[in-house]
């Protein structure tokens, strides 16, 4: 098994290449690597220069089509043999020479995640920076993961720890918040370099912020109910039938006391929050069905063991 695994997604960034690669073997020629490079359905020369590297330390893998940075770094995650795993950017944005300092702290204080912190951040003020503040700010309260840049690709993991998850959609962005989630909860954070970006395009832009926060908003319902959605379903549906019950029985002393009721607002209101209610109680009850059979049908458990110690034995 390889010490470490480099997992860079790329697309359409040719110009990169040569000098990322160059920065690598610099960065990690002392050490057991391997450098996986993930083709995202590049349109230029992306997987020329690749192959071009010529070292058996560097792999491409290279995508049928453009799926989008979640996709491509499950594909390397996949792919990837090493006993930890490092995920880079491949614009040269972030900078190889950071990874023998954190892969020192995982193996001497037993990390499961170190994380990039991006010092002097070399990106826009209105087009990055506030968005990205704001962003970290929300994930932050909504997940309770207390890091200060998740927005920071450069991060290190144990294996057990990064193997043990699926990225889908674009959840990319929320990696910490879904090892966290597995179990893996042992994090540190290291201040990185970050650099200006010198060739190619930037494929950000504003446009991502409502995917991010349908994102976050899946996220928040992981973190408080994976294990138990009645609880979530339940408390709502219990609240809105309650209310419906209260306003129909308060119609029908109406109607008792010789009241005409009907076309009331307040008869539509009634009716429509019993039937909310029960829709939210029978959704409940299928997403347990539905978390049960996720956690059964692959055998996986509610929790993780990092180890088990006999107590007995001399240390």
Known sequence: MKKISVVICVYNEELNIRPLSLQIKEALGHLDFEAIFVDDGSTDGTCREIAAIND???????????YGQSSALQAGIDAAGGEFIVLLDGDLQND??????????????????????RI?????MVLRKIPSKIANYMIRQSTGTRMKD??????????DAIKNIHIYGELHRFIPVLVALEGSTRFTQLDVNHRPRQFGKSKYSLS??????SDLLLMWFFKKYLQRPMHFFGQIGF????IGLIINFYLLVLKILGQDIWGKPLLLLGIL??????????????????MRTYFESQKKTPYRIRRITNTGLPL
Request: charged share 20%; net charge positive; aromatic share 6%.
């Open 150 to 159: 998740l927005g920071c690709t450069l991060k290190l993991f144990s294996r």
């Open 239 to 242: 609240f809105t039938l309650a």
């Open 56 to 66: 058996p330390r560097f792999i491409l893998v290279e995508l049928m089509r453009n």
């Open 208 to 213: 991502r912020t409502t995917r991010v926060m």
């Open 96 to 117: 190889p020479a950071d990874i023998p300092g954190m892969l020192k702290m995982a193996e001497t204080e037993g990390w499961d995640m170190v994380a990039g912190v």
């Open 273 to 290: 929050l019993l039937v909310a209610g029960i829709q939210f109680l029978t959704t409940g009850i299928i997403a347990e069905m539905q």
């Open 120 to 124: 002097n951040r070399r990106d826009g």
